[in-house]
């Protein structure tokens, strides 16, 4: 079973379209991160999320930690084809020990 | 994953040889971790290494598998006698002290 799990596996939505991917756990976390994998490369951070109710924005990216620090949420505005790629959650209950979530696939069709 | 430098990008290796994966991390990071990654699953923790020290081998399996940071050079991981359960992305990151970790682009093992 996955500490993490993420939501939907896959996404598939048209340019301009809004798009939210979800992460959630029964653990409270410290903190969280949301990477981001494009095919045959490493994951690439994005952000990390560290307080309670804390939403970040990253140009067309908002993500939002949940008040008991167990979830968290990707918000991308207005998609474009080069937000196309695997998001990944990930968090460390027990300081360095990374859990990733299985991913979401993101499609951005033109 | 600006830094952190693994190497092979891809390995092929037939089963029972043994296969080399080499990470080095970024600058000024002192932190080693290896992750595995199977198809259709997440990253999946194996091993946390400081120089010279295993701190934490956990994820990785008993046998056949073997980690190492030495004080000059790349940090290993080393799979013994491979098969084709091991064919994997296996991806090296690297951070300052208890800092965030950040990846490098991976080795793709595929055991034929």
């Known amino acids: 079973t996955q500490l993490l799990e993420q939501s939907p596996q896959f996404l598939s939505i048209q340019e301009g379209e809004n798009l939210t991917v979800y992460c959630n756990s029964s653990?409270?976390?410290?903190?969280l991160q949301w990477y981001r994998q494009e095919p045959g490369e490493g994951p690439v951070l994005l952000v990390t999320v560290v307080t309670g109710g804390e939403v970040k924005k990253l140009k067309r990216l908002t993500f939002q930690f949940g008040d008991a620090r167990k979830d968290s949420s990707l918000h991308i505005t207005a998609a474009q084809p080069g937000d196309t790629g695997l998001y990944l959650c990930a968090g460390a209950p027990n300081d360095y020990k990374l859990s990733f979530g299985a991913g979401t696939t993101v499609t951005v069709r033109a | 994953n600006a830094g952190v430098m693994q190497n092979p990008r891809h390995l092929v290796r037939r089963r029972g040889q043994e296969a080399r994966l080499r990470c080095s991390p970024m600058?000024?990071?002192?932190?080693v971790y290896w992750y595995r990654q199977l198809p259709e699953e997440g990253l999946k923790f194996m091993v946390y290494?400081?120089?010279?020290?295993?701190?934490?081998e956990s994820g990785m399996p008993k046998e056949r598998f073997s980690a190492e940071f030495p004080k000059e050079g790349p940090s290993i991981l080393r799979i013994q006698q491979v098969v084709r359960g091991d064919s994997a992305a296996y991806f090296c990151?690297?951070?300052?002290?208890?800092?965030?970790?950040?990846f490098g682009a991976g080795t793709r093992l595929s055991v034929l």
């Open positions: 290494l400081q120089k010279e020290n295993i701190i934490d």
């Open positions: 653990s409270v976390f410290s903190s």
């Open positions: 990151a690297s951070s300052p002290q208890d800092g965030i970790q950040y």
């Open positions: 600058k000024g990071h002192s932190h």
